[in-house]
Nanobody, 122 residues
Framework: QVQLIESGGGAVQTGGSLILSCEAS????????MAWFRQAPGEERDFVAA????????YYGDFVQGRFYISRDSAKNIVYLQMNNLKPEDTAVYYC???????????????WGQGTQVTVSS
């Protein structure tokens, strides 16, 4: 079992920045890949970014367009999502996810955090 605790959400204006954090605990061998997804009201949960623990390879959703950066402190089992130049359409609940193999699909992640709200006002 892996427990994921997100933090760092909040409200910002257009063009602002936020850093989300997700700390993993428990069986961290099952969290070799850590990812961020987001879900706006009435929408599906979408892939934002992922990072592999072994290689450090990073993956991003198409909409990111260089605005977000995912990083990982493997010693502390924490993954970060630096979000810059935020737009109102980035407003959503952001979820941390973990599993052993990389995927951009929601259904391929076994472990999820409770989510943290990000609100971007115009």
């Amino acid at each position: 079992q892996v427990q994921l605790i997100e933090s760092g959400g909040g409200a910002v204006q257009t063009g602002g920045s936020l850093i989300l954090s997700c700390e993993a605990s428990g069986d961290t061998s099952s969290s070799r890949v850590m990812a961020w997804f987001r879900q706006a009201p009435g929408e599906e949960r979408d892939f934002v970014a992922a990072i592999r623990g072994s290689s450090g390879n990073r993956y991003y959703g198409d909409f990111v367009q260089g605005r977000f950066y995912i990083s990982r402190d493997s010693a502390k089992n924490i993954v970060y999502l630096q979000m810059n130049n935020l737009k109102p359409e980035d407003t959503a609940v952001y979820y941390c996810a973990a599993d052993t193999v990389y995927s951009f699909r929601v259904e391929n992640y076994a472990y999820w955090g409770q989510g943290t709200q990000v609100t971007v006002s115009s």
